[in-house]
């Protein structure tokens, strides 16, 4: 009796409290907090399953990407250099283009000194190596990405770990190019294996090292010379972050 007396209370209390409920936007069915002025195409978007390019340079980098084997893509902060990189590397490697995925960056610091880092190996590189995380996560998703590092089939490695390697059947970015020297690029460039895309990355005028110990500006120019590699220029109007980041790079 107790217990049937305590289910009866109970609903009779919850009864009581959807009595009381009041809708907090009255009003038709199928009522949508976006509807004024709402516009499904023009939502900014987080994720989108097919990368477009924003502008002519961009196209031609995605063109390049698809057709070369090497690729050097050069251009200011915010162009989207490396995320449409890693976007079509993840795009080849779901195609079954490529067997893997493999993103490097020199391990050099912005202009200040972290000093010794704790922990691993894994653990000192992740703050250098932390936005290509980041742009994989967004194409694969947390989970995903993990697994597929935990087999092998992505790779986030630094610079200094490319010597001696021969990468076939993988795609692989180089990002971050002109904090590399001129022997370290010709170390990375001569990597590139069969049925493999190499994709190199950056601005030679943000590099962190002394100007003239920078190589991506002299490769850039010296393998415009060669019909089978693409060297793409991006430039200010290309920018697609904030409209400022544009504005002052013209100053800047």
């Not at 190996?121 to 996560?137: I, S, T, V």
């Not at 087999?151 to 795609?171: H, K, Q, W």
């Amino acid at each position: 009796m107790a217990k049937r007396s305590a289910r009866q209370a109970q609903v009779r209390e919850s009864r009581t409290r959807e009595a009381n409920v009041r809708a907090l936007f009255p009003g038709a069915p199928g009522w949508h907090p976006l509807d004024e002025g709402y516009d499904e195409a023009s939502r900014e978007q987080r994720y989108v399953k097919t990368v477009r390019p924003m502008g002519e340079n961009q196209q031609s980098l995605m063109a390049a990407m698809e057709t070369k084997h090497m690729v050097v893509a050069v251009g200011p902060a915010g162009t989207g250099k490396t995320y449409l990189a890693i976007a079509k590397a993840v795009e080849a490697f779901e195609a079954g283009k490529v067997a893997r995925i493999l993103l490097t960056r020199p391990a050099v610091e912005a202009g200040e000194s972290l000093g010794y880092l704790p922990g691993s190996l894994e653990d000192k590189l992740a703050p250098y190596l932390r936005p290509l995380y980041d742009a994989l996560n967004e194409r694969l998703g947390g989970k995903r990405l993990k697994t597929l590092m935990t087999d092998g089939s992505i790779e986030i490695a630094p610079v200094a770990y490319m010597r001696g390697r021969t990468l076939n059947n993988a795609f692989i970015v180089i990002d971050e190019a002109q904090n590399c020297t001129y022997g370290q690029i010709k170390m990375l460039l001569t990597r590139l294996g069969w049925n493999s895309t190499m994709v190199l990355t950056g601005d030679p005028d943000q590099t962190d090292l002394l100007p003239e110990l920078s190589g991506l500006a002299e490769i850039s120019r010296r393998l415009e010379a060669l019909d089978d590699v693409a060297v793409v220029r991006l430039r200010e109007q290309d920018i697609v972050r904030h409209p400022l980041v544009a504005s002052m790079l013209t100053v800047l």
